[in-house]
């Protein structure tokens, strides 16, 4: 029998992941080597978007819905639609995580390092996502 991650776990989770992507995110702002400064965007970024997704799992799993039943982002997002009432800010929730869907952005970021917008929308998600578990 495997194990059975709780909501507080998730919850908890979803705070780590972002406290790490505040981490790197400072080490980026500090660094001086451009390529350095990439490196560190995408371990933020990524750490960004595990903290998004674990919050909003977070919300599902409260509400009963069952998480295995997701095997994509597309299927979350559609959740998350489906479930907008279970969220405080679902309009601006809904509205980045499309953009980051829809325009790939977590791969431009997470794995390519690009800068500008998509980071900035990555680190929204997560913020928005951070203001939903607490």
Same mark, same amino acid.
């Not at 194990?3 to 660094?31: C, V």
């Not at 997704?53 to 799993?61: G, I, Q, T, V």
């Not at 690009?114 to 680190?123: L, M």
């Given at each position: 029998?495997?194990?059975?991650?709780?909501?507080?776990?998730?919850?908890?989770?979803?705070? +780590?992941? !972002?406290? &790490?992507?505040?981490?790197?995110? %400072?080490?980026?702002? &500090?660094?001086?080597?451009?390529?350095?400064?990439?490196?560190?965007?995408? *371990?933020?970024?990524?750490?960004? !978007?595990?903290?998004?997704?674990?919050?909003?799992?977070? %919300?599902?799993?409260?509400?009963?819905?069952?998480?295995?039943?997701?095997?994509?982002?597309?299927?979350? &997002?559609?959740?998350?639609? %489906?479930?907008?009432?279970? !969220?405080?800010?679902?309009?601006?929730?809904?509205?980045?995580?499309?953009?980051?869907?829809?325009?790939?952005? +977590? +791969?431009? *970021?997470?794995? %390519?390092?690009?800068?500008?917008?998509? !980071?900035?929308? *990555?680190?929204? &998600?997560?913020?928005?996502?951070?203001?939903?578990?607490?």
């Amino acid at each position: 029998m495997g194990l059975m991650i709780t909501g507080e776990q998730m919850s908890q989770a979803s705070k +780590r992941y !972002f406290q &790490l992507a505040q981490q790197a995110e %400072k080490l980026m702002d &500090l660094e001086k080597d451009p390529g350095k400064q990439k490196e560190y965007r995408k *371990v933020s970024a990524q750490n960004y !978007f595990y903290s998004a997704m674990e919050a909003m799992e977070w %919300k599902l799993h409260k509400a009963g819905i069952d998480l295995y039943t997701i095997n994509s982002h597309k299927e979350r &997002l559609n959740l998350v639609k %489906k479930n907008n009432s279970l !969220f405080k800010d679902p309009v601006n929730l809904i509205l980045k995580f499309e953009i980051m869907i829809n325009y790939d952005y +977590r +791969r431009k *970021v997470a794995y %390519k390092g690009e800068n500008g917008n998509k !980071f900035v929308i *990555v680190k929204e &998600l997560a913020e928005l996502c951070q203001h939903e578990i607490n």
